[in-house]
Nanobody, 126 residues
Framework: QVQLVESGGGSVQSGGSMRLSCAASGYTYRRYCMAWFRQAQGSEREGVAARDTYGDIYYADSVEGRFTIFADNAKTTLTLQMNKLTPEDSAMYYC????????????????????WGQGTQVTVSS
């Protein structure tokens, strides 16, 4: 059974930084795409960043240059480093995994992801 456990959320002032981590276990996919999505209250879930087993990485335009996604050597922990945060970044952040390689449009296709974590709240105050 796949388990994705997010950590690292909290509150920060605008301009600050925060790091989110997703510990993954129980998956048997040889190839996969892991991603961070976020959902603000009253909004649809949107893709933030994705990384696959080949190391291909994709970012949403809204976070390009501010956020960095990376994985540990064992590829069991997916980290999202978020810099220059703004109140518009406030949302519940979810980690997800799909049994296929990433491609750019994966960030617009949450339906492609098979398993999800419970989410971690990020709040950025102005």
């Amino acid at each position: 059974q796949v388990q994705l456990v997010e950590s690292g959320g909290g509150s920060v002032q605008s301009g600050g930084s925060m790091r989110l981590s997703c510990a993954a276990s129980g998956y048997t996919y040889r190839r996969y795409c892991m991603a961070w999505f976020r959902q603000a209250q009253g909004s649809e879930r949107e893709g933030v960043a994705a990384r696959d087993t080949y190391g291909d990485i994709y970012y949403a335009d809204s976070v390009e240059g501010r956020f960095t996604i990376f994985a540990d050597n064992a590829k069991t922990t997916l980290t999202l480093q978020m810099n220059k945060l703004t109140p518009e970044d406030s949302a519940m952040y979810y980690c997800a995994i799909a049994d296929e390689f990433c491609y750019a449009h994966m960030l617009t296709r949450p339906d492609k992801f098979d398993d999800w974590g419970q989410g971690t709240q990020v709040t950025v105050s102005s």
